[in-house]
């Protein structure tokens, strides 16, 4: 569609009934005037479109189309081939707003002119605009021009004048502040300086200076001898390169005394690369120096601490480490010392039997009657073994040592605790042992696993007060990989072992603490807040978790699940048979050394009945001087806590000195580990525990006696 601002006037009929000529000279006659029009639209440099306004989204008159539009449309929009185009194909964010301010024109007349952002094309445009009349026609003519380059001007001017009153404030801030202690301006081509008063005081010059006749040499005339030269060199740089400058030094000032001053300023070049001037500020930084040297000191100070960090961080750890460890054994001696009423009981009673038995064996053999003799030697017999085992428990809980793994049976070993458990949690409460058929082996410390089973019973006992039921029950239990893990436990088998009381239970808040060392339930004085945490560190040590199920006054149930051994688990060793071969040990030498009288005498008439030939002594001193002579000896059996200075240990290893074959075994009341020493190989020395069955001890010791031929 095209437009002219001028319309040709329609002939009449008549006048089309005229000659052929006249309405050619009429067509060319406007053709050559539109061509006119057409070319001073072009020559406008400015952009120019005719608008024509439509029906659009919001109803009557509410789009518009462009109808014309000339070149400069283009150069100054971007936008190639607008005529025909709608507002809202060029501007579909913007367009209602465009046909709200060019619908004004068209309703009032009134030409207007204005400067708005073309968001669409990221330009802005200065704008003028004008109804084309008649106003029934619905059109706009609108000329405009981008002046996108005029407004980051302006915004650039604004901009550096902000930045310009903002450096002035902050200066006039940091002058009244006595921040910045004097400012210069130095005009390089024409060496001239201009300073204030405060800069000239600040480098030390005296009053009577012309300061419309300073140089840079006598404004550095009172810089430290140490400082000169680099503050001369960095201002040389700095005038070559142009750009920022930045340097501290020391000035001798009128108190005598050189202050820290720090110099900050800006070099400007000309079009030809040479300096023009160089502005700045000097700043005294003396308190900042002060803190710098106190902080260079503490970090000396720091790098010397590092120097030695690893060695007291290892020293730290082993201390804490060793009260950790003396921690867990206090409560071991604790709950040691929480068994002692029942075990003295037991033991009572033991003796009774024991005493009893041999008193009647007594009355027997002074009246010349041989009758029920064996009766009462069975008796005493039979408490004495029930006193060791229970001496043998007590040991292994009271004893330290490092976590020994191995395939445990748990239906076996809990088995084995039922006596000592309910000597331990007394009479008023009930235990029980429930076990699942076909329970796996455990990969688990058995001594261990005992005093943690037995640090549960206990507190299960003192939830108690008034009595009730214990139970201990074993369990098969797998994890799967994509079940929802108690303690982060990783997926696979596990055996389940837990106990169950019907005591006071604990409230939510007590359970998430329960594990943690030092938290317990019961009154001061009463617990140390250890066992369920030693209990927790168990279970994690040895690959397994440990989970408190309970409510109050419902209860509780303390649960270990440990890993399944795919070994099956060691067994107890089987009791001496019946009419055994008895080893022959005839010729063999052995000494004895015990200084307990009654057990040493035993044990020599034993040995001798077995024909055994004895040497015996008391101490380990007594001992070495049976070891000292040409006497063939092929054992020595001996006590570990041996009195006078040396131990079972030490005399061992004198005599291997001595005798180098010579087989040892170890009697002993406590652990067996501490008969052992790594002096000594395993294969060479052998442990028997107190108390002791003859037959087992006197076989062992003929049977090492002949493997040494």
């Known amino acids: ?422 000597r331990t949690v007394g009479p008023h409460i009930e235990v029980s042992t429930v076990a699942s058929a076909d329970v796996w082996p455990t990969h688990v410390d058995p001594n261990q696993l005992e005093n943690a089973l037995l640090n549960l019973c206990i507190n299960a006992r003192d939830a108690m007060p008034e009595g009730g039921q214990l139970t201990i029950r074993i369990d098969n239990c797998t994890r799967e990989a994509d079940q929802a893990q108690e303690g982060d436990l990783a997926p696979g088998d596990y055996v389940e072992v837990s106990v169950t009381d019907t005591g006071t239970g604990m409230d939510p808040s007590q359970i998430a603490r329960a594990f943690d060392p030092f938290f317990t339930t019961k009154p001061m004085g009463e617990g140390t807040g250890l066992g369920l945490s030693m209990v927790y560190g168990f279970a994690q040590q040895t690959g397994g978790v440990a989970v408190i199920r309970s409510e109050k006054g419902m209860g509780t149930t303390v649960s270990l699940l440990l890993p399944r051994s795919l070994a099956p688990a060691e067994d107890a060793p089987p009791p001496a048979p019946e009419g055994r071969a008895v080893p022959d040990a005839s010729g063999k030498t052995i000494l004895v050394v015990e200084d307990e009288i009654l057990v040493r005498m035993v044990v020599v008439d034993a040995l001798r009945d077995r024909g055994f030939t004895v040497l015996e002594a008391g101490t380990g001193a007594e001992a070495l001087d049976v070891l000292a002579t040409e006497t063939p000896i092929d054992l020595l059996l001996t006590d570990v806590g041996l009195p006078k200075g040396m131990n079972g240990r030490q005399l061992a290893q004198a005599a291997r000195q001595a005798r180098p074959t010579l087989k040892v075994v170890f009697v002993t009341g406590y652990d067996e580990g501490v008969a052992l020493g790594d002096e000594l190989l395993a294969s060479d020395v052998d442990v028997v525990q107190k108390p002791f069955d003859l037959d087992r001890l006197i076989d062992k010791l003929a049977g090492l006696a002949n493997a040494a031929e």
């Open 1 to 422: 569609m095209r437009f002219s601002f001028f319309k040709a006037k329609r002939p009449s009929p008549a006048e089309n009934s005229g000659p052929a000529s006249d309405d050619q000279r009429t067509q060319h006659e406007r053709e050559r005037r539109e061509a006119g029009y057409r070319a001073l639209f072009e020559i406008i440099d400015d952009g120019f479109c005719i608008i024509q306004f439509i029906d659009g989204p919001d109803g009557p008159l509410s789009d518009y189309v462009h109808i014309e539009a000339n070149s400069g449309y283009e150069r100054h929009t971007g936008i190639q081939g607008i005529v025909g185009k709608t507002v809202f194909d060029v501007a579909p964010n913007d367009g209602r707003e465009w046909v709200k301010i060019y619908g004004e024109v068209l309703s009032t007349g009134k030409a207007i002119r204005f400067e708005r952002q073309f968001s669409e094309i990221g330009r802005f445009i200065e704008v003028s605009a004008r109804r084309v009349e008649p106003e029934s026609l619905g059109q706009v003519a609108v000329l405009f021009r981008d002046v996108t380059d005029r407004k980051r001007a302006e915004a650039g001017i604004r901009g550096s004048e902000k930045r310009a009153r903002e450096n002035e404030e902050r200066v006039n801030l940091a002058l009244a502040a006595g921040a910045i202690v004097g400012t210069w301006v130095w005009d390089v081509p024409a060496n001239a300086f201009i300073v204030d008063e405060a800069l000239a005081e600040a480098m030390g010059l005296a009053p009577e200076q012309d300061r419309a006749a300073l140089s840079l040499d006598i404004l550095v005339t009172n810089v430290h001898p140490e400082d000169k030269d680099r503050l001369l060199q960095r201002i040389n740089e700095t005038l070559a390169a142009g750009g920022p400058y930045a340097q501290q030094f020391r000035v001798l000032q009128a108190d005598g005394a050189y202050h820290w001053i720090e110099a900050n300023g800006s070099v400007e070049h000309d079009r030809d690369g040479k300096p023009k001037i160089f502005s700045g500020v000097l700043m005294n930084i003396d308190a900042r120096r002060a803190v710098e040297a106190e902080r260079d000191r503490a970090i000396a100070e720091l790098s010397r601490l590092n120097e030695t960090l690893e060695q007291r961080v290892t020293e730290q750890t082993n201390e804490l480490m060793a009260k950790e460890e003396a921690l867990r054994q206090a409560h071991k001696m604790e709950a040691v010392g929480q068994l002692t009423g029942g075990l003295a009981h037991d033991f009572n009673n033991l003796l009774a039997a024991c005493s009893g038995s041999l008193e009647m064996m007594r009355k027997r053999l002074d009246e010349g009657r041989s009758d029920d003799l064996a009766k009462y030697l069975d008796a005493a017999k039979s408490a004495t073994d029930r006193a060791a085992h229970v001496t043998q428990r007590l040991l292994a809980f009271s004893r330290q040592q490092s976590l020994a793994p191995k395939p445990t049976d748990l239906v076996q070993l809990t088995r084995g605790m039922e006596d000592l458990v309910q």
